[in-house]
C-alpha cells in the first residue's frame, strides 16, 4: 500500500521560530509536493521537487523553502514563523511516468498554529 | 490563480439520494481528477477522467467531462453517510516544461442517515 507520512500531525510554534516539516514516501516517486490549504481557498501550491537536490517554486513560496537530500524525503522549512503561516501543510508524492496519468498521492496532513 | 472552482460548495443530502457535484476550469488540461477528503485528513484520489474521454464510472461515482464548456461533474449514486466528505477537482496542465495540478477550493457533502 503506498505510503506518504508526515512527521507531525500537530505543531505549535512562536512567531520567529525555525520551523521543519518532514514527509516520507516510500513509493520511490520522482516527484513531490508541499501544498498548504485554508478554508475556501483549496489547496495552494508552495514548492515541489522533481528530483534530488531540484526544486521548483509553485504559487505561494514566499516565506518557505525546501530540501530534497533524498529521494524518498521532501522537507518544508519556514525560515521565521508568522502568524498567517498558520495552515494545514499537505506533503504530496507522484510518479513522474503517465500511466496513470500525474495522481498523486497525500500524507495526512500537519497542523501548524503559529502563537 | 484556481484552475477549478467547484459547485456547490455545501450540499446536504439523505442518504440514498444521489449528489452532484460540478466543477469549471480555464484553461485547456490533460486530465482532470477528482480526490476527497474527510474531516482533518489527507487528500484521496477518486478517478482521473483524460481530455478525450466524456465519461467515466468507478463503482457509484460517475465522472462526465465536456471540454467544449471547460466543465466537468461527479456524480455519486445511491449516498451513504460514509460519503461526508470534501470533494476536489484538480485540473492537470502542461506549463512551464511540468506537468502542473491545480485544485479547487472543494464541496463539502454531508449525507444525512
Redo the contacts between chains.
Keep these: 500500500d503506498v505510503k ?1 507520512t508526515q512527521s507531525s500531525r500537530y505543531l505549535v510554534k512562536r512567531t520567529g521560530e525555525k520551523v521543519f516539516l518532514e514527509c516520507v514516501q516510500d513509493m520511490d516517486h520522482e516527484n513531490m509536493f508541499w ?1 498548504r490549504q485554508d478554508p ?6 508552495i514548492y ?1 521537487s ?1 528530483d534530488v537536490k531540484m526544486k ?1 517554486k509553485g ?1 505561494i513560496p514566499e516565506g518557505y523553502s525546501v530540501s530534497r537530500e533524498k529521494k524518498e524525503r521532501f522537507s518544508l522549512i519556514l525560515e521565521s514563523a508568522s502568524t498567517n503561516q498558520t495552515s494545514m501543510y ?1 506533503c ?1 508524492s507522484s510518479s513522474r511516468g503517465q500511466g ?10 500537519s ?1 501548524l498554529t503559529v502563537v | 490563480s484556481q484552475q477549478g472552482e467547484e459547485d456547490p460548495q455545501a450540499l446536504s443530502i439523505q442518504e440514498g439520494e444521489n449528489a452532484t457535484m460540478n466543477c469549471s476550469y480555464k484553461t485547456s488540461i490533460n486530465n482532470l481528477q477528482w480526490y476527497r477528503q474527510n474531516s482533518g485528513r489527507g487528500l484521496v484520489h477518486l478517478i482521473l477522467i483524460r481530455s478525450n474521454e466524456r465519461e467515466k464510472h468507478s463503482g457509484r461515482l460517475r465522472v462526465t467531462l465536456d471540454t467544449s464548456k471547460k466543465s466537468s461533474s461527479l456524480l455519486i449514486t445511491a449516498s451513504r453517510a460514509a460519503d461526508t466528505a470534501s470533494y476536489f477537482c484538480a485540473t492537470a496542465y502542461f506549463s512551464g516544461g511540468y506537468n502542473k495540478l491545480i485544485f479547487g477550493a472543494g464541496t463539502r457533502l454531508a449525507v444525512h442517515p
Excluded: K
Design positions: 506518504v501544498y475556501g481557498l483549496g489547496l495552494r501550491l515541489f522533481y521548483e504559487d499537505l504530496a496513470r496519468g500525474n495522481t498523486i498521492y497525500f500524507g495526512e496532513g497542523w
